[in-house]
């Protein structure tokens, strides 16, 4: 089976792994400053700026039990409303693009806005002047959450533009683009009083010391074939969406690593099940849902052509 949809970059190379492997303190309880010193430098911030978290879920969990509510455009990644509905927090929608309505249709009380971009499901980004228009309109006492965690396989600056706000925040990860998504390891970054107060109530060890020293030696040096991954991704969009497309299927243009067939329905599902080939199926019974196939872009060339071939009329 082809699995092709959780969003799962490749591993890292093994030798590579058990080089690192090898020197971790798995004894010792984690100390997150070697990490904390890789993002920061990662992205030419302060050790201050950045917050180590279990994955980007845990930043948006952090995020969401700070708030007094969040507001967003729909569809979007699906933890949102399970930490929102976790700890009775309420969320509201409007539809992806409505930026306007993003601002004037807020509910009173609500103070943290977030956006997934690229977005997931449907891998659909912002262009650099949205998020200045964003950055302008953004109320005195209104956060904003920026969702970066396919960062990687986009070309636009959306990371650097949002923090030269001081009331927005950045979550990234290392599952997706790095292949670390069994480590769970993400981050937030922000102005260092906002993150102080968003973190305020979190565990002091929620990722384990091993995960620290992976990701650590990920960021300060990863092999090539990460670089290679992400290359990969962006030729391999443009051909799944043409596939897509000639099947008669609405594809949104992606900046993610996956594509995203609207309206796709049991035939097509069951097709490429039937050629051995796993993707994500949204049936948009939920607020917050698309409907249709969430197919991520195979991290090998040979699986490329697999699926290809799986998709040709």
Same mark, same amino acid.
């Given at each position: 089976?082809?699995?092709?949809?959780?969003?799962?970059?490749?591993?890292?190379?093994?030798?590579?792994?058990?080089?690192?492997?090898?020197?971790?303190?798995?004894?010792?309880?984690?100390?997150?400053?070697?990490?904390?010193?890789?993002?920061?430098?990662?992205?030419?911030?302060?050790?201050?700026?950045?917050?180590?978290?279990?994955? @980007?879920?845990?930043?948006?969990?952090?995020?969401?039990? $700070?708030?007094?509510?969040?507001?967003? =455009?729909?569809?979007?990644?699906?933890?949102?409303?399970?930490?929102?509905?976790?700890?009775?927090? #309420?969320?509201?929608?409007?539809?992806?693009?409505?930026?306007?309505?993003?601002?004037?249709?807020? #509910?009173?009380?609500?103070?943290?806005?977030?956006?997934?971009?690229?977005?997931?499901?449907? %891998?659909?980004?912002?262009?650099? /002047?949205?998020?200045?228009?964003?950055?302008?309109?953004?109320?005195?006492?209104?956060?904003?959450?920026?969702?970066?965690?396919?960062?990687?396989?986009?070309?636009?600056?959306?990371?650097?533009?949002?923090?030269?706000?001081?009331?927005?925040?950045?979550?990234? $990860?290392?599952?997706?683009?790095?292949?670390?998504?069994?480590?769970?390891?993400?981050?937030?970054?922000?102005?260092?009083?906002?993150?102080?107060?968003?973190?305020?109530?979190?565990?002091?060890?929620?990722?384990?010391?091993?995960?620290?020293?992976?990701?650590?030696?990920?960021?300060?040096?990863?092999?090539?074939?990460? @670089?290679?991954?992400?290359?990969?991704?962006?030729?391999?969009? =443009?051909?799944?969406?043409?596939?897509?497309?000639?099947?008669?299927?609405?594809? =949104? $243009? $992606?900046?993610?690593?996956?594509?995203?067939?609207?309206?796709?329905?049991? #035939?097509?599902?069951?097709?490429?099940?039937?050629?051995?080939?796993?993707?994500? /199926?949204?049936? %948009?019974?939920?607020?917050?849902?698309?409907? %249709?196939?969430?197919?991520?872009?195979?991290?090998?060339?040979?699986?490329?052509?697999?699926?290809?071939?799986?998709?040709?009329?």
């Amino acid at each position: 089976m082809l699995f092709l949809d959780a969003n799962e970059g490749p591993p890292p190379p093994r030798a590579w792994l058990d080089q690192v492997m090898a020197k971790a303190e798995v004894h010792r309880y984690p100390a997150y400053q070697g990490l904390q010193a890789a993002v920061a430098e990662r992205h030419a911030l302060p050790v201050e700026q950045v917050m180590v978290t279990a994955g @980007g879920d845990e930043g948006i969990d952090r995020v969401v039990r $700070s708030s007094s509510g969040l507001h967003m =455009p729909r569809p979007t990644f699906g933890m949102f409303p399970i930490y929102c509905a976790a700890h009775g927090r #309420p969320l509201s929608f409007v539809e992806w693009g409505d930026w306007e309505g993003l601002f004037e249709r807020r #509910p009173p009380g609500v103070d943290w806005l977030a956006v997934v971009a690229p977005n997931n499901p449907t %891998g659909a980004s912002l262009s650099l /002047r949205e998020l200045e228009d964003m950055q302008s309109r953004l109320p005195e006492d209104v956060h904003l959450l920026l969702d970066q965690v396919y960062a990687e396989f986009d070309d636009e600056p959306l990371t650097e533009l949002a923090l030269e706000h001081p009331r927005f925040v950045v979550v990234r $990860s290392l599952s997706k683009s790095f292949g670390l998504a069994g480590l769970r390891v993400g981050y937030l970054l922000g102005q260092a009083e906002l993150l102080a107060r968003v973190g305020a109530h979190s565990s002091p060890y929620s990722i384990a010391s091993f995960s620290a020293h992976v990701a650590t030696q990920m960021l300060k040096a990863p092999p090539a074939e990460v @670089g290679a991954y992400w290359a990969l991704v962006r030729e391999t969009r =443009p051909r799944l969406e043409s596939a897509l497309t000639r099947l008669g299927h609405l594809v =949104p $243009s $992606s900046r993610a690593n996956f594509c995203f067939a609207s309206e796709a329905g049991a #035939p097509l599902f069951e097709r490429l099940e039937a050629a051995q080939i796993r993707v994500r /199926r949204f049936r %948009g019974d939920a607020a917050h849902e698309a409907k %249709g196939l969430r197919i991520t872009c195979p991290s090998a060339p040979a699986d490329v052509d697999r699926l290809l071939e799986a998709l040709k009329p």
